[in-house]
């Protein structure tokens, strides 16, 4: 398990300084890149604000009858609000229901009623002392799920805290970012990550190239190493991942030549079924980081996310129109922003990929 108060030692000791000297924000909003452990932090947080005897530096002591409930997932003074579609599966309360509607595709985004169901909790009285909720992403609220968490934000009781976690806080409503403090969580130093890695039974080769195609993101580094690696441990998220970069590099190194279709049709194979939409985010990622690559080796310089394919990229840059090589960052962010509603995942991945064999395509 990584050590994610230890990895981010300047906040996690912020806040426990704001904690001993009952200064603790109301409202934290933990922010940065996806992979960085934000969550983890949080949950931490989380457990420790509502530990009945936390240790010296904050943590949670995970022995007494307050931390015996939270880890079961049963204690009454903490809520956790996130789309339906992060969770394992749908709770249908009414057996009466239908199993088409019971197999219905999950919400993406975080329901008003959720957060309105939150009312009555943080107006009662706790059980223990604090209360704590946590809501993952908080980006995933559109407009009116978000104002109505406001006045919750605005008043709270004493004793009520709120955690946010969000990889793109600038989504968030400008008055749901000034009720927070914001605290944001930084890309662990490399060497440090190496490390933590190491004590994680990841060979020291494997650590590095995961690290750097994560872009430094050590949770992210730390379950595709695993994945590919084939270890017991690795989640079956993270190996569709793994087969989705593989793919990837498997067609990117052939340029103009890539088969368009049949690589679309592998990724979609790839991407179908995951119903939060992480995957084809995630493959965005990867071309915005190949492209990256694709850009510093025109420059001259050494590749920072695939230096193990810079004689590869090296030579592909040679074939690149400059004017399509710069301009095509914008193309991948605006593929970003459709890639939540793809009305035809084959056909958007079709046209993107087109685009990318653009890139060799000489200027009129």
């Known amino acids: 398990m990584i050590a994610w108060q230890e990895i981010h030692a300047a906040p996690w000791s912020q806040l426990q300084r704001a904690r001993e000297s009952d200064r603790l924000p ?73 199993s088409a509607k019971a197999e219905r595709k999950k919400s993406e985004q975080i329901r008003i009623d959720q957060v309105r169901g939150l009312e009555d909790f943080v107006q009662v009285g706790s059980h223990r002392g604090r209360r704590v909720i946590l809501i993952e992403p908080a980006e995933a609220m559109n407009e009116a799920t978000a104002n109505a968490l406001l006045k919750s934000l605005e008043e709270p009781p004493a004793g009520v805290h709120f955690l946010l976690v969000s990889h793109v806080a600038e989504r968030l409503l400008p008055t749901v970012r000034s009720r927070t403090r914001s605290i944001p969580l930084r890309v662990p130093d490399h060497a440090q990550s190496l490390a933590q890695l190491k004590t994680l039974g990841v060979p ?36 569709a991942e793994v087969a989705l970069l593989d793919a990837l590099l498997a067609a ?3 340029g103009e030549r890539m088969d368009v279709l049949a690589l679309a049709r592998n990724c979609e194979t790839l991407i179908k079924g995951d119903q939060s939409g992480l995957r084809l ?29 810079q004689p590869t990229l090296e030579k592909l840059s040679q074939q690149v129109n400059d004017e ?17 509603h793809p009305l035809n995942i084959r056909l958007f991945l079709e046209s993107l990929f087109s685009r990318l064999i653009g890139l060799y395509t000489a200027p009129a």
């Open 204 to 239: 020291a080769q494997a650590a590095s190239l995961w690290l750097n195609r994560c872009a430094g993101a050590l949770r992210f580094a730390h379950l595709l190493a695993l994945a590919s690696a084939r270890d017991a441990m690795a989640s079956e998220e993270a190996v």
């Open 26 to 98: 109301h409202a934290l909003l933990l922010t940065g890149p996806a992979g960085l452990g934000k969550l983890a932090f949080a949950e931490m947080l989380a457990a420790s604000l509502l530990c009945d005897t936390p240790t010296s530096d904050g943590r949670a002591c995970g022995q007494c009858t307050a931390c015996t409930w939270h880890a079961s997932g049963n204690h009454p003074d903490f809520r956790r609000i996130r789309p339906e579609a992060y969770e394992d599966e749908v709770i249908v309360n009414d057996e009466a229901k239908s």
């Open 324 to 340: 399509a090589l710069m301009a095509f960052p914008a193309t991948l962010i605006e593929a970003r922003r459709l890639s939540s």
């Open 252 to 254: 990117l190194p052939a």
């Open 281 to 309: 985010a995630l493959l965005i990622d990867w071309l915005q980081r190949w492209v990256l690559d694709l850009q510093l080796a025109r420059l001259g310089a050494a590749p920072s996310v695939f230096p193990e394919l």
